[in-house]
């Protein structure tokens, strides 16, 4: 299997160059030049298998120059122990009525990228070791604040890379900000900008791509990579859970082998909906894909109308993980709704940062609509769906799962597709207990604490806060520095002193 750019089919690199790079060098991302096939037999016989084994026959299809014992210890590392509180790693958690919700966030750091960022480090070590040997990684991140966290933990202390993250100093919750400014481990930096998400993202990307720096790298040594769903090494370890799923339905008895399922996934970069892309691609029965927004609907319009306008004001919302206007991996979509036309996709991606729009083919677009729905809610909406289904599910659920939960009411309503459901859910709700609390009981949170929020959502609900965030308090900040976005390669080059 060999992996090509979505701006630049000439390119032919192995996955183990794919994930080592990160990114193409012409600015496009790469993707598998073809999506391996799988059975219904090969899913029922993935039914009665561990997590893990189901990890490694799904990423064995997509790894191929990857050894046995490569993947094994790759996987074993990510998700063997005691590293997740479910031992079924992403366990469905049903609320009846055909509606499963699939709960990512059992990780060390609680939220869904733990599902990627666990493995991605054990992947990216051995694919240097392939493709680049003697050269130290250096690891960029930005992030809205669940990928900043989940990629230090993954990433701390591992051998030959360094780790670097920035983000927006007013865009993450003040849990999601102690998690990262308190991080351990001697290669790991931490710093905020004064800016958005786009911000981060587009200043890393600018650094990632800029030769000049590259070559500075490299004169030490060093290359870059990324650990942003941009890198194949993110999106393809987020396939294995949607097979997991199907095979968890077949098991507990919600559906047969071969009856359609519907995805609902709260969406920021594109990367957990393109990845029960690729599951349907593959062979699992998936019938609709429902793209679930926040106040920031870019890719609900998009969705709908066809046109990709990011010209529109930013919300910070509640759910934060999700304030995003350029969701880089609608880019590989776009690659694979146009049989792989790297100049059409290279065109489109042009207007987007210079005009800040674009507008699909009617052929894109009528492709897309075929498999995709979308929907959106603003915060009132999603704290009233929290509400609502503490209250009528008893399922406490944090502010992005509750976007997808409302996406999706509101699509059943809608449509009348009775569909048994999987509903991404993203993150713990004790990442955002201010939001949550206040959903559930308004305006108990008046005066109160970060802490005191955990106690009390703890005391009102039953709900156990995990110890990894519990424990947070009362630690003392490790990294305080904000910069301003014109100077992160800087703060990049003092970081590698
Ligand atoms: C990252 C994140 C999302 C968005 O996922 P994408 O793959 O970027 O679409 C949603 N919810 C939470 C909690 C997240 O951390």
């Not at 010209?311 to 919302?317: A, E, I, M, V």
Request: proline share 4%; charged share 25%.
């Amino acid at each position: 299997m060999l992996y090509t750019s979505t701006r630049d089919k000439s390119v032919k690199v192995s996955s183990a160059q794919a994930i080592a790079k990160g990114i193409s060098a012409d600015g496009g991302l790469f993707v598998p030049e073809s999506i391996p096939k799988i059975t219904m037999d090969d899913i029922v016989g993935l039914t009665s298998k561990s997590y893990i084994e189901r990890a490694k026959e799904i990423l064995s299809l997509y790894l191929t120059d990857f050894t046995e014992e490569e993947l094994d210890s790759c996987v074993n590392g990510a998700y063997g122990g005691s590293k997740f509180s479910s031992e079924k790693i992403a366990p469905l958690h049903s609320l009846g009525d055909g509606a499963e919700v699939l709960e990512l966030w059992r990780g060390p750091t609680c939220a869904f990228k733990d599902m990627a960022l666990q493995l991605l480090p054990h992947l990216l070590t051995v694919a240097s070791a392939k493709s680049n040997p003697d050269k130290q990684i250096v690891i960029l991140v930005a992030t809205s604040g669940d990928t900043g966290k989940a990629a230090l933990e993954g990433f701390k202390d591992v051998k030959n890379t360094k780790i670097l993250v920035f983000y927006p100093n007013d865009g993450v919750s003040p849990m999601q900000k102690l998690q990262m400014t308190t991080q351990e481990g001697s290669n790991v930096g931490v710093c905020a900008i004064e800016g958005n998400f786009d911000d981060a993202q587009t200043g890393v990307k600018r650094i990632f791509t800029d030769k000049e720096i590259g070559k500075k790298l490299a004169g030490r040594g060093m290359m870059f990579s990324s650990a942003n769903s941009i890198n194949w090494g993110r999106l393809v370890p987020q396939i294995v859970y949607y097979v997991s799923a199907y095979c968890d339905m077949i098991d507990n008895g919600e559906i047969k082998p071969g009856d359609e399922i519907n995805v609902v996934v709260p969406t920021g970069n594109f990367g957990n909906i393109l990845a029960a892309y690729y599951a349907k691609q593959m062979g699992v029965p998936i019938r609709k894909l429902i793209c679930a927004s926040n106040a920031n609907n870019v890719l609900t319009d998009f969705i709908k109308t066809g046109t990709y306008d990011r010209k529109r004001n930013f919300y910070s919302t509640i759910s934060p993980s999700m304030d995003i206007l350029i969701s880089s991996n609608l880019e590989r979509l776009l690659f694979l709704l146009s049989d792989m036309d790297d100049k059409l996709v290279g065109g489109w991606m042009s207007e987007l940062s210079e005009n800040g729009k674009y507008t699909v083919s009617d052929e894109v677009f009528k492709k897309l609509s075929e498999v995709f729905e979308a929907g959106c809610c603003d915060d009132a909406q999603t704290k009233a769906c929290i509400a609502k289904t503490y209250n009528e599910n008893g399922y406490l659920c944090d502010t992005h799962t509750a976007v997808a939960i409302d996406v999706y009411n509101s699509y059943k309503a809608d449509s009348g597709d009775n569909t048994p459901t999987v509903i991404a859910s993203t993150a713990n709700p004790f990442k955002f207990s201010n939001a949550v609390l206040d959903a559930v009981h308004p305006g108990i949170c008046n005066g109160m604490d970060e802490f005191d929020m955990v106690l009390k959502l703890h005391e009102e609900t039953g709900a156990e806060c995990p110890a990894q965030l519990a424990n947070l308090k009362g630690k003392t900040p490790r990294f305080t520095g904000c910069c301003k976005k014109e100077d992160m390669e800087q703060v990049v080059f003092d970081m590698l002193k």
